[in-house]
Protein backbone atom coordinates (compact mmCIF):
# COMPACT_ATOMS: atom_id res chain seq x y z
CA UNK A 1 0.00 0.00 0.00
CA UNK A 2 0.86 3.37 -0.86
CA UNK A 3 2.19 6.32 1.68
CA UNK A 4 -0.77 7.98 2.51
CA UNK A 5 -3.59 5.95 2.16
CA UNK A 6 -6.10 6.02 4.95
CA UNK A 7 -8.41 3.06 6.73
CA UNK A 8 -11.75 2.69 7.96
CA UNK A 9 -12.88 -0.06 10.14
CA UNK A 10 -15.43 -2.08 11.80
CA UNK A 11 -18.63 -4.16 10.32
CA UNK A 12 -18.86 -3.39 6.48
CA UNK A 13 -20.98 -4.77 3.95
CA UNK A 14 -21.40 -4.72 0.31
CA UNK A 15 -22.38 -6.61 -2.63
CA UNK A 16 -20.84 -8.66 -5.48
CA UNK A 17 -24.04 -9.68 -7.33
CA UNK A 18 -27.84 -10.07 -6.94
CA UNK A 19 -28.97 -11.94 -3.91
CA UNK A 20 -32.41 -12.40 -5.79
CA UNK A 21 -36.08 -11.82 -4.35
CA UNK A 22 -36.09 -15.29 -2.72
CA UNK A 23 -33.48 -16.55 -0.46
CA UNK A 24 -30.30 -14.53 -1.06
CA UNK A 25 -28.11 -16.31 -3.38
CA UNK A 26 -24.88 -17.13 -1.56
CA UNK A 27 -21.85 -15.24 -2.36
CA UNK A 28 -23.90 -12.63 -3.44
CA UNK A 29 -22.96 -10.37 -0.72
CA UNK A 30 -19.47 -9.62 1.37
CA UNK A 31 -20.85 -9.57 5.36
CA UNK A 32 -16.94 -8.42 7.28
CA UNK A 33 -18.08 -8.28 10.92
CA UNK A 34 -14.64 -6.72 11.34
CA UNK A 35 -13.87 -4.92 8.45
CA UNK A 36 -11.29 -2.65 7.10
CA UNK A 37 -11.89 -0.73 4.05
CA UNK A 38 -8.33 1.03 2.99
CA UNK A 39 -9.20 4.16 0.66
CA UNK A 40 -6.27 6.15 -1.52
CA UNK A 41 -6.70 8.70 -4.42
CA UNK A 42 -10.33 8.75 -4.02
CA UNK A 43 -10.20 4.49 -4.91
CA UNK A 44 -10.85 1.75 -2.52
CA UNK A 45 -7.17 0.39 -2.76
CA UNK A 46 -8.59 -2.99 -0.55
CA UNK A 47 -11.39 -4.06 1.38
CA UNK A 48 -10.82 -7.25 3.75
CA UNK A 49 -10.51 -8.56 7.22
CA UNK A 50 -9.26 -6.09 9.45
CA UNK A 51 -7.00 -8.96 11.01
CA UNK A 52 -5.67 -9.52 7.83
CA UNK A 53 -5.09 -6.08 6.52
CA UNK A 54 -4.28 -4.47 9.77
CA UNK A 55 -0.55 -5.86 9.50
CA UNK A 56 0.46 -4.81 6.08
CA UNK A 57 -0.80 -1.18 5.89
CA UNK A 58 2.64 1.60 5.62
CA UNK A 59 3.10 2.24 9.76
CA UNK A 60 1.83 5.95 10.17
CA UNK A 61 -1.59 4.65 8.20
CA UNK A 62 -4.94 7.12 9.97
CA UNK A 63 -7.19 4.19 10.23
CA UNK A 64 -11.01 5.32 11.63
CA UNK A 65 -12.91 2.58 14.06
CA UNK A 66 -16.42 2.58 13.74
CA UNK A 67 -17.12 -1.00 15.69
CA UNK A 68 -20.80 -0.22 16.25
CA UNK A 69 -21.70 0.68 13.34
CA UNK A 70 -21.92 -0.45 9.43
CA UNK A 71 -19.97 0.31 6.65
CA UNK A 72 -22.08 0.24 3.32
CA UNK A 73 -21.27 1.89 -0.38
CA UNK A 74 -23.13 5.38 -0.79
CA UNK A 75 -26.79 4.70 -1.51
CA UNK A 76 -27.58 5.73 -5.22
CA UNK A 77 -31.36 7.24 -6.39
CA UNK A 78 -32.28 6.37 -9.67
CA UNK A 79 -35.42 8.93 -10.26
CA UNK A 80 -35.34 12.19 -8.24
CA UNK A 81 -35.91 15.92 -9.09
CA UNK A 82 -33.63 18.46 -7.76
CA UNK A 83 -36.56 21.22 -7.93
CA UNK A 84 -39.29 19.46 -5.84
CA UNK A 85 -37.38 19.69 -2.82
CA UNK A 86 -40.29 22.28 -1.77
CA UNK A 87 -42.77 20.17 -3.63
CA UNK A 88 -42.44 17.28 -0.98
CA UNK A 89 -46.21 17.54 1.29
CA UNK A 90 -48.09 19.15 -1.00
CA UNK A 91 -51.87 18.09 0.29
CA UNK A 92 -54.62 16.70 -1.35
CA UNK A 93 -54.04 15.49 -5.46
CA UNK A 94 -53.04 12.72 -7.65
CA UNK A 95 -50.28 12.92 -10.65
CA UNK A 96 -52.27 15.84 -13.07
CA UNK A 97 -53.50 17.93 -10.53
CA UNK A 98 -50.03 17.87 -8.65
CA UNK A 99 -48.68 18.63 -11.63
CA UNK A 100 -50.68 21.56 -12.43
CA UNK A 101 -51.30 23.24 -9.19
CA UNK A 102 -47.83 22.42 -7.25
CA UNK A 103 -45.37 21.66 -9.31
CA UNK A 104 -45.49 23.44 -12.43
CA UNK A 105 -45.52 26.76 -10.32
CA UNK A 106 -42.45 25.66 -8.55
CA UNK A 107 -40.26 25.12 -11.22
CA UNK A 108 -41.11 28.09 -12.99
CA UNK A 109 -38.65 30.01 -10.52
CA UNK A 110 -35.60 28.08 -11.65
CA UNK A 111 -35.58 30.29 -15.02
CA UNK A 112 -32.82 32.23 -12.69
CA UNK A 113 -29.57 31.48 -12.32
CA UNK A 114 -28.87 32.32 -8.83
CA UNK A 115 -32.13 30.31 -7.69
CA UNK A 116 -30.92 27.13 -9.48
CA UNK A 117 -27.54 27.46 -8.22
CA UNK A 118 -28.40 27.81 -4.48
CA UNK A 119 -31.45 25.00 -4.84
CA UNK A 120 -28.34 22.81 -6.71
CA UNK A 121 -26.09 23.04 -3.66
CA UNK A 122 -28.85 22.51 -0.99
CA UNK A 123 -30.41 19.51 -3.24
CA UNK A 124 -26.65 17.94 -2.54
CA UNK A 125 -26.51 19.25 0.41
CA UNK A 126 -29.11 17.09 1.90
CA UNK A 127 -28.32 13.90 -0.56
CA UNK A 128 -25.41 13.46 1.46
CA UNK A 129 -27.10 13.96 4.88
CA UNK A 130 -29.74 11.16 3.59
CA UNK A 131 -26.49 8.55 2.58
CA UNK A 132 -26.90 9.10 -1.18
CA UNK A 133 -23.72 9.80 -2.81
CA UNK A 134 -24.78 9.04 -6.98
CA UNK A 135 -27.99 9.48 -8.75
CA UNK A 136 -30.08 10.17 -12.08
CA UNK A 137 -31.93 13.48 -11.70
CA UNK A 138 -34.17 15.65 -13.13
CA UNK A 139 -33.64 19.16 -13.48
CA UNK A 140 -36.15 21.85 -15.04
CA UNK A 141 -36.53 22.69 -18.76
CA UNK A 142 -34.42 25.34 -17.93
CA UNK A 143 -31.04 24.81 -19.15
CA UNK A 144 -29.25 27.04 -16.01
CA UNK A 145 -31.01 24.92 -13.55
CA UNK A 146 -28.77 21.83 -15.34
CA UNK A 147 -25.67 23.72 -15.61
CA UNK A 148 -25.61 24.47 -11.97
CA UNK A 149 -26.86 21.15 -10.71
CA UNK A 150 -23.63 19.51 -12.59
CA UNK A 151 -21.23 22.65 -11.71
CA UNK A 152 -22.66 21.65 -8.09
CA UNK A 153 -21.79 18.00 -8.48
CA UNK A 154 -18.58 18.55 -10.23
CA UNK A 155 -17.34 20.38 -7.25
CA UNK A 156 -17.91 17.46 -4.99
CA UNK A 157 -17.10 14.89 -7.11
CA UNK A 158 -19.97 13.24 -7.43
CA UNK A 159 -21.25 10.56 -10.11
CA UNK A 160 -24.56 12.46 -11.14
CA UNK A 161 -26.58 12.13 -14.32
CA UNK A 162 -28.67 15.08 -14.98
CA UNK A 163 -30.54 16.55 -17.84
CA UNK A 164 -32.79 19.59 -18.85
CA UNK A 165 -36.10 18.61 -18.91
CA UNK A 166 -37.79 18.97 -22.46
CA UNK A 167 -41.02 19.86 -22.67
CA UNK A 168 -42.72 22.05 -25.60
CA UNK A 169 -46.45 21.30 -24.75
CA UNK A 170 -49.30 21.23 -22.22
CA UNK A 171 -46.99 23.25 -19.46
CA UNK A 172 -47.64 26.66 -18.91
CA UNK A 173 -45.21 29.97 -20.14
CA UNK A 174 -41.97 29.78 -18.56
CA UNK A 175 -41.43 26.05 -18.26
CA UNK A 176 -42.37 25.23 -22.30
CA UNK A 177 -39.60 25.13 -24.47
CA UNK A 178 -39.80 24.36 -28.20
CA UNK A 179 -38.49 20.95 -29.89
CA UNK A 180 -35.50 23.14 -31.50
CA UNK A 181 -34.24 24.73 -28.84
CA UNK A 182 -34.41 21.39 -26.35
CA UNK A 183 -31.91 20.21 -29.26
CA UNK A 184 -29.73 22.73 -29.13
CA UNK A 185 -29.55 22.89 -25.72
CA UNK A 186 -29.35 19.46 -24.83
CA UNK A 187 -26.34 19.11 -27.05
CA UNK A 188 -24.68 22.06 -25.73
CA UNK A 189 -25.46 20.78 -21.99
CA UNK A 190 -23.69 17.20 -23.24
CA UNK A 191 -20.57 19.08 -25.24
CA UNK A 192 -20.22 21.09 -21.93
CA UNK A 193 -20.68 18.08 -19.05
CA UNK A 194 -20.71 14.77 -20.47
CA UNK A 195 -17.68 12.71 -19.38
CA UNK A 196 -16.66 15.81 -17.41
CA UNK A 197 -15.62 14.56 -14.28
CA UNK A 198 -17.68 12.11 -12.93
CA UNK A 199 -20.84 13.92 -14.74
CA UNK A 200 -22.98 12.23 -17.28
CA UNK A 201 -25.71 13.50 -19.29
CA UNK A 202 -29.09 12.07 -19.29
CA UNK A 203 -32.27 13.38 -22.31
CA UNK A 204 -34.88 14.31 -20.48
CA UNK A 205 -38.19 14.27 -22.02
CA UNK A 206 -40.74 14.89 -18.83
CA UNK A 207 -43.40 12.54 -20.24
CA UNK A 208 -45.39 11.97 -23.52
CA UNK A 209 -48.23 14.29 -22.16
CA UNK A 210 -45.35 17.43 -22.53
CA UNK A 211 -43.61 16.91 -25.81
CA UNK A 212 -44.89 16.88 -28.92
CA UNK A 213 -44.35 14.53 -31.76
CA UNK A 214 -40.96 16.47 -33.26
CA UNK A 215 -39.97 16.64 -29.64
CA UNK A 216 -40.00 13.28 -29.06
CA UNK A 217 -38.27 12.41 -32.28
CA UNK A 218 -35.39 14.70 -31.26
CA UNK A 219 -35.06 13.12 -28.02
CA UNK A 220 -34.73 9.73 -29.69
CA UNK A 221 -31.99 11.15 -32.11
CA UNK A 222 -29.99 12.43 -29.35
CA UNK A 223 -29.89 9.20 -27.33
CA UNK A 224 -28.84 7.33 -30.78
CA UNK A 225 -26.37 9.94 -31.94
CA UNK A 226 -24.65 10.48 -28.23
CA UNK A 227 -22.77 6.96 -26.82
CA UNK A 228 -23.07 6.25 -23.52
CA UNK A 229 -25.84 8.80 -22.52
CA UNK A 230 -29.20 7.81 -20.68
CA UNK A 231 -32.50 8.94 -21.26
CA UNK A 232 -34.69 9.62 -18.54
CA UNK A 233 -38.84 9.88 -18.25
CA UNK A 234 -41.95 9.03 -16.59
CA UNK A 235 -44.42 6.18 -17.39
CA UNK A 236 -47.64 4.57 -16.66
CA UNK A 237 -47.87 6.04 -13.20
CA UNK A 238 -51.55 6.99 -13.12
CA UNK A 239 -54.75 5.72 -14.58
CA UNK A 240 -55.43 9.84 -15.78
CA UNK A 241 -52.53 9.94 -17.09
CA UNK A 242 -52.38 6.67 -19.24
CA UNK A 243 -56.24 7.99 -20.77
CA UNK A 244 -54.51 11.39 -21.63
CA UNK A 245 -51.47 9.65 -23.53
CA UNK A 246 -54.18 7.77 -25.32
CA UNK A 247 -55.68 10.90 -26.28
CA UNK A 248 -52.58 12.04 -27.29
CA UNK A 249 -51.02 9.40 -29.22
CA UNK A 250 -53.91 7.84 -30.75
CA UNK A 251 -51.85 5.95 -33.17
CA UNK A 252 -49.72 4.26 -31.03
CA UNK A 253 -50.55 0.73 -29.46
CA UNK A 254 -50.49 1.96 -25.59
CA UNK A 255 -47.97 4.08 -23.71
CA UNK A 256 -45.12 2.23 -23.83
CA UNK A 257 -45.45 1.95 -27.86
CA UNK A 258 -45.00 6.02 -27.54
CA UNK A 259 -41.63 5.91 -26.35
CA UNK A 260 -40.89 2.71 -28.53
CA UNK A 261 -41.64 4.38 -31.90
CA UNK A 262 -39.26 7.46 -31.53
CA UNK A 263 -36.48 5.34 -30.53
CA UNK A 264 -36.83 5.95 -26.89
CA UNK A 265 -36.31 2.64 -24.94
CA UNK A 266 -32.67 0.61 -24.63
CA UNK A 267 -30.44 -0.11 -22.14
CA UNK A 268 -29.48 3.66 -21.55
CA UNK A 269 -33.49 4.36 -20.52
CA UNK A 270 -34.97 4.77 -17.13
CA UNK A 271 -38.74 4.59 -17.17
CA UNK A 272 -40.03 5.89 -13.83
CA UNK A 273 -42.96 3.95 -12.54
CA UNK A 274 -44.04 1.61 -14.98
CA UNK A 275 -47.12 1.05 -12.66
CA UNK A 276 -49.79 -0.20 -14.24
CA UNK A 277 -48.78 -2.55 -17.45
CA UNK A 278 -49.18 -5.21 -19.19
CA UNK A 279 -46.79 -8.67 -19.34
CA UNK A 280 -46.19 -7.55 -23.03
CA UNK A 281 -45.03 -4.60 -21.57
CA UNK A 282 -42.66 -6.22 -19.36
CA UNK A 283 -41.33 -8.42 -22.01
CA UNK A 284 -40.39 -5.21 -24.83
CA UNK A 285 -38.94 -3.97 -21.71
CA UNK A 286 -36.49 -7.16 -20.93
CA UNK A 287 -35.98 -7.27 -24.84
CA UNK A 288 -34.82 -3.52 -25.20
CA UNK A 289 -33.13 -3.63 -21.83
CA UNK A 290 -35.04 -0.64 -20.33
CA UNK A 291 -35.37 -0.35 -17.19
CA UNK A 292 -37.58 1.02 -14.73
CA UNK A 293 -37.10 2.78 -11.67
CA UNK A 294 -39.75 1.97 -8.43
CA UNK A 295 -40.30 4.77 -6.71
CA UNK A 296 -42.49 3.84 -3.57
CA UNK A 297 -43.17 6.51 -1.71
CA UNK A 298 -44.29 8.29 -4.69
CA UNK A 299 -46.67 5.55 -6.10
CA UNK A 300 -48.39 5.37 -2.32
CA UNK A 301 -48.36 8.98 -1.66
CA UNK A 302 -49.97 10.40 -4.91
CA UNK A 303 -52.35 7.49 -4.88
CA UNK A 304 -50.68 6.26 -8.45
CA UNK A 305 -50.61 2.47 -7.74
CA UNK A 306 -48.71 -0.68 -6.32
CA UNK A 307 -45.59 -1.27 -8.47
CA UNK A 308 -45.57 -5.69 -9.39
CA UNK A 309 -42.28 -6.19 -8.49
CA UNK A 310 -41.81 -9.47 -9.10
CA UNK A 311 -43.81 -9.64 -12.12
CA UNK A 312 -41.08 -7.23 -13.16
CA UNK A 313 -37.86 -8.99 -12.24
CA UNK A 314 -39.57 -12.77 -13.72
CA UNK A 315 -40.07 -11.29 -16.74
CA UNK A 316 -35.55 -10.26 -16.81
CA UNK A 317 -36.46 -6.54 -16.42
CA UNK A 318 -33.76 -4.59 -14.38
CA UNK A 319 -36.04 -2.08 -11.46
CA UNK A 320 -34.18 0.13 -9.58
CA UNK A 321 -35.19 1.79 -6.34
CA UNK A 322 -35.41 5.70 -6.02
CA UNK A 323 -37.38 9.05 -4.45
CA UNK A 324 -38.85 10.66 -6.98
CA UNK A 325 -38.75 13.58 -4.43
CA UNK A 326 -41.08 15.63 -4.75
CA UNK A 327 -44.01 12.89 -5.56
CA UNK A 328 -41.78 11.41 -2.97
CA UNK A 329 -41.78 11.70 0.73
CA UNK A 330 -38.15 11.42 1.48
CA UNK A 331 -34.31 11.62 0.04
CA UNK A 332 -33.54 8.95 2.42
CA UNK A 333 -33.29 5.70 0.53
CA UNK A 334 -33.78 3.54 4.13
CA UNK A 335 -37.10 5.04 4.13
CA UNK A 336 -37.68 4.36 0.34
CA UNK A 337 -36.79 1.31 1.36
CA UNK A 338 -39.55 0.36 4.12
CA UNK A 339 -41.57 1.88 2.01
CA UNK A 340 -41.02 -0.56 -0.85
CA UNK A 341 -41.32 -3.42 1.78
CA UNK A 342 -44.94 -1.83 2.12
CA UNK A 343 -45.35 -1.75 -1.39
CA UNK A 344 -44.65 -5.87 -1.77
CA UNK A 345 -46.87 -6.92 1.40
CA UNK A 346 -49.73 -5.01 -0.48
CA UNK A 347 -48.77 -7.28 -3.44
CA UNK A 348 -48.61 -10.71 -1.04
CA UNK A 349 -44.82 -10.26 -1.86
CA UNK A 350 -42.01 -9.87 0.69
CA UNK A 351 -38.72 -8.05 0.11
CA UNK A 352 -36.03 -9.12 1.50
CA UNK A 353 -33.62 -7.09 3.40
CA UNK A 354 -30.08 -8.06 1.26
CA UNK A 355 -32.75 -7.42 -2.01
CA UNK A 356 -33.11 -3.82 -0.67
CA UNK A 357 -30.08 -3.28 0.15
CA UNK A 358 -28.67 -4.59 -2.70
CA UNK A 359 -30.93 -2.36 -5.06
CA UNK A 360 -29.88 0.51 -3.34
CA UNK A 361 -26.08 -0.01 -4.43
CA UNK A 362 -25.33 -2.06 -6.64
CA UNK A 363 -28.52 -2.83 -8.30
CA UNK A 364 -29.13 0.97 -8.64
CA UNK A 365 -25.40 1.47 -9.98
CA UNK A 366 -25.79 -1.55 -12.79
CA UNK A 367 -28.97 0.12 -13.86
CA UNK A 368 -27.37 3.45 -14.38
CA UNK A 369 -24.50 1.75 -15.61
CA UNK A 370 -21.72 2.72 -13.35
CA UNK A 371 -21.12 -0.19 -11.98
CA UNK A 372 -17.78 0.04 -13.16
CA UNK A 373 -16.96 2.78 -10.33
CA UNK A 374 -19.72 2.56 -7.51
CA UNK A 375 -21.97 0.07 -6.04
CA UNK A 376 -20.05 -1.65 -4.28
CA UNK A 377 -16.30 -1.51 -2.09
CA UNK A 378 -14.39 -3.92 -4.28
CA UNK A 379 -10.32 -2.63 -5.09
CA UNK A 380 -10.57 0.34 -7.85
CA UNK A 381 -14.03 1.58 -7.52
CA UNK A 382 -14.67 5.10 -6.49
CA UNK A 383 -14.76 5.38 -2.40
CA UNK A 384 -18.28 6.41 -1.93
CA UNK A 385 -19.48 5.12 1.09
CA UNK A 386 -21.39 5.38 4.50
CA UNK A 387 -21.28 5.08 8.00
CA UNK A 388 -24.41 3.83 9.14
CA UNK A 389 -25.14 4.13 12.99
CA UNK A 390 -26.97 0.80 13.89
CA UNK A 391 -28.29 2.32 17.06
CA UNK A 392 -29.64 5.88 15.45
CA UNK A 393 -32.58 6.65 17.55
CA UNK A 394 -34.32 5.18 20.73
CA UNK A 395 -36.09 1.94 18.92
CA UNK A 396 -33.03 1.31 16.93
CA UNK A 397 -30.73 1.26 20.01
CA UNK A 398 -33.87 -0.65 21.78
CA UNK A 399 -33.36 -3.36 18.95
CA UNK A 400 -29.68 -3.36 18.32
CA UNK A 401 -27.87 -5.98 19.75
CA UNK A 402 -24.36 -7.29 19.16
CA UNK A 403 -25.55 -10.58 18.30
CA UNK A 404 -28.01 -9.80 15.92
CA UNK A 405 -27.95 -11.21 13.03
CA UNK A 406 -27.45 -9.79 9.41
CA UNK A 407 -30.54 -9.99 7.82
CA UNK A 408 -32.01 -8.79 10.94
CA UNK A 409 -30.00 -5.94 11.89
CA UNK A 410 -30.80 -4.62 7.92
CA UNK A 411 -33.96 -4.78 8.08
CA UNK A 412 -34.16 -3.07 11.36
CA UNK A 413 -32.25 -0.35 9.42
CA UNK A 414 -34.71 -0.17 6.75
CA UNK A 415 -37.87 -0.07 8.18
CA UNK A 416 -36.79 2.11 11.47
CA UNK A 417 -34.12 4.07 10.11
CA UNK A 418 -34.13 6.73 8.28
CA UNK A 419 -31.26 10.12 7.94
CA UNK A 420 -30.35 9.88 11.41
CA UNK A 421 -28.64 6.94 10.67
CA UNK A 422 -26.45 8.32 8.41
CA UNK A 423 -23.39 8.88 10.35
CA UNK A 424 -20.60 10.19 7.65
CA UNK A 425 -21.05 10.38 3.77
CA UNK A 426 -17.78 10.06 1.68
CA UNK A 427 -17.43 10.90 -1.85
CA UNK A 428 -14.19 9.56 -3.76
CA UNK A 429 -12.60 9.51 0.09
CA UNK A 430 -13.53 12.61 0.97
CA UNK A 431 -16.08 12.94 4.45
CA UNK A 432 -18.93 15.43 2.53
CA UNK A 433 -21.15 14.78 5.62
CA UNK A 434 -20.73 14.30 8.98
CA UNK A 435 -24.02 14.02 11.05
CA UNK A 436 -21.67 15.05 14.48
CA UNK A 437 -20.44 18.29 12.83
CA UNK A 438 -22.94 19.79 10.69
CA UNK A 439 -21.72 22.96 8.96
CA UNK A 440 -23.13 23.94 6.36
CA UNK A 441 -25.87 26.75 6.73
CA UNK A 442 -28.30 24.99 4.19
CA UNK A 443 -28.43 22.09 6.35
CA UNK A 444 -29.18 24.25 9.80
N1 LIG B 1 -44.93 12.78 -14.54
C1 LIG B 1 -44.54 13.87 -15.24
N2 LIG B 1 -43.85 14.73 -14.48
C2 LIG B 1 -43.76 14.16 -13.26
C3 LIG B 1 -43.14 14.55 -12.03
O1 LIG B 1 -42.52 15.60 -11.90
N3 LIG B 1 -43.27 13.68 -10.99
C4 LIG B 1 -43.95 12.51 -11.10
N4 LIG B 1 -44.03 11.71 -10.04
N5 LIG B 1 -44.54 12.13 -12.23
C5 LIG B 1 -44.44 12.94 -13.31
ZN1 LIG C 1 -40.46 11.83 -11.16
Not at 204 to 229: I, K, M, N, W
Not at 249 to 267: A, I, M, S, T
Request: glycine share 8%; aromatic share 8%.
Amino acid sequence: FPPGCRAFRGPLLHFLADPGLGKPAPGSYEYLQDGLLVVAGGRVLATGEAEQLLPVLPAATAVEHWPNSLIVPGFIDTHVHMPQLRVMASYGTQLLEWLETYTFPTESRFADQAFSASQSQLFLDLLLAHGTTSGLVFATSHQVSADALFAASDRYNMALTTGKVMMDTNAPDGLRDTAEASYRESRELIDRWHGKGRQRYAITPRFAATSSAEQLSYAGQLLADCPGVLMQTHWAENHAEIAWIKELFPERKDYLDVYDHFGLLGDHSVLAHGIHISDENRQRLAQTGTRIAFCPTSNTFLGSGLFDLRSAVDAGVQVGLASDVGGGTSLSMLVTMAEAYKVCQLRGQSLNPLKAFYMATLGNAEVLHQADQTGNLQAGKYADFLVLDRAAGPILKLKSTPDSDLSGMLFDLMILGDDRAIRRTYIAGQCRYDRDTVEGAALN
